[in-house]
């Protein structure tokens, strides 16, 4: 059992949720994706959230979201592809668990990414994926306390996070 929070990092279509969820499912751990307990919170789509109240109060409730798990046993949590962008919320990450980026090569994301799921890129085309990608990947290095190479498939990025894991 982790004593500690593991929280996963990097751009929306690396893989950190569904690695996240298998893995805290393989360790019998909790799993929370910071996007979809804010949508529960709320009652509303992410999308909505976005486009009712903006992505300032939404970066509040992801805030909000991971003081609300301090609290808590130890569990895999997906960030959001935006929250590492707000230092008080790397701040934290950082006190309270571990920070692991999943990092995914843009020409993988690209290719698989839906763009009508993604709530900052509603509308969206590659061309904001690639800007988006840009603006962020900084502050996921900036942050982690490892970095997970998750070029090489499901499996492969799952026993790679597994082993990451399984050390701490």
Same mark, same amino acid.
């Given at each position: 059992?982790?004593?500690?929070?593991?929280?996963?990092?990097?751009?929306?279509? !690396?893989?950190?949720?569904?690695?996240?969820?298998?893995?805290?499912?393989?360790?019998?751990?909790?799993?929370?994706?910071?996007? =979809?307990?804010?949508?529960?919170?709320?009652?509303?789509?992410?999308?909505?959230?976005?486009?009712?109240?903006?992505? +300032?109060?939404?970066?509040?409730?992801?805030?909000?979201?991971?003081?609300?798990?301090?609290? =808590?046993?130890?569990?895999?949590?997906?960030?959001?592809?935006?929250?590492?962008?707000?230092?008080?919320?790397?701040?934290?990450?950082?006190?309270?668990? #571990? #920070?692991?980026?999943?990092?995914?090569?843009?020409?993988?994301?690209?290719?698989?990414?839906?763009?009508?799921?993604?709530?900052?890129? !509603?509308?969206?085309?590659?061309?904001?994926? #690639?800007? =988006? $990608?840009?603006?962020? #990947?900084? $502050?996921?290095?900036?942050? +982690?306390? $490892?970095? /997970?190479?998750?070029?090489?498939?499901?499996?492969?990025?799952? =026993?790679?996070?597994?082993?990451?894991?399984?050390? /701490?």
């Amino acid at each position: 059992m982790l004593k500690m929070h593991v929280f996963l990092v990097g751009m929306a279509g !690396a893989g950190k949720t569904s690695l996240g969820r298998r893995l805290a499912a393989n360790l019998n751990m909790r799993f929370v994706d910071t996007d =979809q307990r804010v949508s529960e919170i709320m009652g509303m789509s992410v999308i909505d959230i976005f486009k009712t109240f903006g992505e +300032a109060f939404f970066r509040n409730a992801e805030a909000g979201v991971l003081m609300e798990l301090i609290g =808590q046993p130890p569990c895999i949590v997906s960030t959001g592809g935006g929250l590492p962008t707000v230092k008080e919320n790397v701040l934290l990450m950082q006190n309270h668990g #571990i #920070i692991i980026h999943i990092d995914r090569p843009l020409d993988q994301i690209l290719s698989d990414i839906k763009l009508d799921r993604r709530p900052t890129l !509603a509308g969206g085309t590659h061309e904001n994926v #690639i800007d =988006q $990608y840009n603006e962020r #990947i900084g $502050y996921y290095k900036a942050c +982690a306390d $490892y970095r /997970l190479d998750n070029s090489h498939g499901f499996a492969v990025g799952l =026993q790679t996070l597994t082993n990451m894991v399984e050390k /701490l």
